[in-house]
């Protein structure tokens, strides 16, 4: 069974840090994607990581304080949040991304992560 189980969110004074972790079970992607959903809002791109090469990408929104990584031998994936802003918060999900099955297909159950002045 595929499960992507995150962990590490929390309550947070704005200009602190949290790191979230992502657990992968049962199989590896080609890539990791870390997203995130506010209150009232759409599901939001934050980061991803390429298994292989390690290649990353940023939403401009995090570019400079936000770092995805990845350690393929225990097969998780990491978000360190540094300096973060009240608009940080939301729901982090962890998603993994097939060329075969798409996007879309596995997600994590999430991580609340709030941003308090």
């Known amino acids: 069974q595929v499960q992507l189980v995150e962990s590490g969110g929390g309550l947070v004074q704005a200009g602190g840090s949290l790191r979230l972790s992502c657990a992968v079970f049962g199989r590896t992607f080609s890539s990791y994607a870390w997203f995130r959903q506010a209150p009232g809002k759409e599901r939001e791109f934050v980061a991803e990581i390429t298994r292989s090469s390690g290649t990353t990408s940023y939403a401009d929104s995090v570019k400079g304080r936000f770092t995805v990584s990845r350690d393929n031998t225990r097969n998780t994936v990491d978000l360190q949040m540094n300096d973060l802003k009240v608009d940080d918060t939301g729901v982090y999900y962890c998603?993994?991304?097939?060329?075969?099955?798409?996007?879309?297909?596995?997600w994590g159950q999430g991580t609340q992560v709030t941003v308090y002045k």
């Open positions: 998603n993994g991304r097939s060329t075969v099955v798409g996007p879309n297909k596995y």
